[in-house]
């Protein structure tokens, strides 16, 4: 079946450490983002990519870092410089950025607490 | 600053009722616009999506959109103790250059009472 895998789903870490969040899509999609949540909050948006090599920053991109090598990978790199990184991670894809529709399909997502 | 916004709720029907959940959008130029679910703990599942006023059906879900008055809805009939989750209303802004962004608002959490 055809999806987006995020691991690890739960995830801790020390203050001062980085962590990588891992994407997987198997849709073929050519677009892909990291959203954050935070209690009570909609999905805000970190990064995004909608080809190969190519990625912009979204809302809220300082502190985290990404890469898109593969067309079916998107990591997370949440690093030190992120002050407050206790949140719940959602990665997505879609067809395609560029137009109106944007239909976006959504991994199970990471939960990162910093101990 | 492109704004969706919502009222947070909780918003609590008796099982079988109509549950009306309702957004505003702050870009009059916004194309398209879209439901999410989004159950404790989850991620967000996509319900419907409407470009053009006027009703869209789906099942017990109608989404209404009225472009003049900045304004979408969601309706669930007979709502079910299983509806009950937190619904995300997403508005996708034109922001330049051929691309556009999707913005969400924080949310509806809707209790279905049984």
């Known amino acids: 079946d055809g999806g987006i895998t995020q691991s690890p789903k739960y995830l801790f870490r020390k203050e001062g450490q980085n962590v990588t969040l891992s994407c997987e899509q198997n849709l073929n999609h050519d677009a892909m983002y990291w959203y954050r949540q935070d209690p009570g909050q909609g999905l805000r948006l970190i990064y995004y990519s909608q080809i190969v090599n190519d990625f912009q920053k979204g809302d809220i991109a300082e502190g985290y870092s990404v890469s898109r090598e593969k067309k079916e990978s998107f990591p997370l790199t949440v690093t030190s410089a992120q002050k407050n990184p206790t949140a719940f991670y959602l990665c997505?894809?879609?067809?395609?950025?560029?137009?109106?529709?944007?239909?976006?399909?959504f991994g199970a997502g990471s939960r990162l607490t910093v101990l | 600053q492109k704004e969706v916004e919502q009222n947070s709720g909780p918003l609590s029907v008796p099982e079988g009722a109509i549950a009306s959940l309702n957004c505003t959008y702050s870009?009059?130029?916004?194309?398209?616009f879209f439901w999410y679910r989004q159950y404790s703990g989850k991620s967000p599942e996509l319900i419907m999506f409407i470009y053009s006023n006027g009703d869209k059906e789906d099942g017990r879900f109608t989404a209404q959109l009225n472009k003049a008055s900045q304004y979408v809805s969601l309706l669930i009939r007979d709502s079910q103790p299983s509806d009950s989750a937190t619904y995300l209303c997403a508005v996708n802004f034109y922001s330049g250059a051929g691309s556009y962004q999707l913005t969400f608002g924080k949310g509806t959490k809707l209790s279905v009472i049984p």
């Open positions: 870009d009059r130029g916004s194309q398209s």
């Open positions: 997505a894809s879609s067809m395609a950025r560029g137009s109106g529709a944007n239909v976006l399909t």
